[in-house]
Each structure stands twice: as structure tokens, then as C-alpha cells.
């Protein structure tokens, strides 16, 4: 029996549960979600597309922040909180690609080291997504829980290196306070993809993986001065 494109993208797949979640995320996506005549989501099918996202996700190995992501429990009842929803979907990519990115870099691969430049341009960010906050609708208890998952995120952003999953805890918690208020926090989210770029361009080169003795194999001999060559010889 012949294999269908169909069958061929599930094979495909990749190995990592959160590798394979995402690329399977963003193909229903593109089957599922409708737009209406100003390119904005509606709301009934990113509430469909959550639907089938919940329905899938006991057979991936998620973490704790992608499965709060995909199963929020705010309505999507409106183009913002739809806006919103979609957008912290596609940010968990950003954030798994930010640390694949790292993994090939550095041994520890969950941290990143951001040059201090960036690292002001982030504040700035966090400062101008605490207003959006603030002034959104949210009540005193979600907005304090915001604000003490920022301010982690904050104190993590002053040490050397700065843990990744400290901004992944930020974004997913501000992505799914989503409801009523969500047309206000939607400047608040897109926020959070300049600050995962930042993140992306202010980080340094880390240390290299060691070799396996394989690669090593690989590598081209060492150059050999002329006074060795010369020793060589003589």
C-alpha cells in the first residue's frame, strides 16, 4: 500500500515531543483556522483548534508551560483573546527553537548569556508590558501573579546568565490572562515577541560541545610551522 503525504508528515515527524507537538500544531492551524475580511482569526475556530490541541497533547511529552498554553481555561470569545491564543501557541516555537538554537552552542544549553545593551532594551519591555497590565481589566490577584512571574523573569535577566524557562513561565502566564481583558493585554503579548528577539540577538557565542572522537577524526591536521618543518628535516 502506498504511503499518502498524509501518512508521510506523521512519520516525519521528529522525535522530541515538543518538537513534534509544534509541527503538528501549525499544520492544523492552517487546516482549522478561518480569518475573517480584516485578516483577523475568528473566534470559533481558534476555539476549534484549541479543541483538537487539548485532545492531542496526552500523546506527546509536553512540559508544564506548553500544556498551560495550549489548555487555557480563558474564552475565546473575540478577535483579541483569538489574537492572543494563536500568538502563545506560536510563541512556544520561538522559545523551543531559542534553546535547540542554544543546545548546539553551548553544554548548558537552558541558559543564555545576553549582552547588556540588549539586556536594557528588555527591561524596557518588561516596564511598558507591567503598564499594558495595569491598566488592563485583570483584578488584583491576576495582576499581582503577573507581575511576580515578570519580576522572576527580571531577576533572572540581572545574573550572568539568564534561564530560559524564567522567560517561557512570563510569556505563558501573560499570554493566557486572556478573557475580557484581552484586547487591552493584546499590546502586552506582542511585546513578548520583541523581547524573545532580543533574547535571540543579544545572546553570546557559548563554548562549543566537545567533539566525539569521530569528529574529531574528521578535523583537519594542525598546521606545521616552517621551523617545525625545518626540524623535520634536519
Known sequence: MSMTGEDSFFDELPEDGELAFIKYALKVKDEIISYDNDGDPIPVTVELYRSRLIQVSSLFELSDETLLAVNTNSAIDNWASAKAYLFGISGLRDIKMLSESRKKHSVVFEYVEIDEHYKGNIRDLVDRIKARIDAADVG????????????????????????????????????????????????????FERIMKAVGYGSKPMPSLPKSEEDQKRLPPPDVSDEEKENEHA
Do not use: W, Y
Open 140 to 191: 488584583v490577584e491576576k495582576r499581582d501573579s503577573l507581575f511576580g512571574k515578570l519580576n522572576l523573569f527580571l531577576n533572572e535577566l540581572d545574573k550572568s546568565r539568564t534561564k530560559l524557562t524564567a522567560l517561557t513561565a512570563a510569556f505563558v502566564q501573560v499570554s493566557g490572562a486572556v478573557g475580557e481583558a484581552a484586547e487591552k493585554l493584546e499590546p502586552a503579548i506582542e511585546l
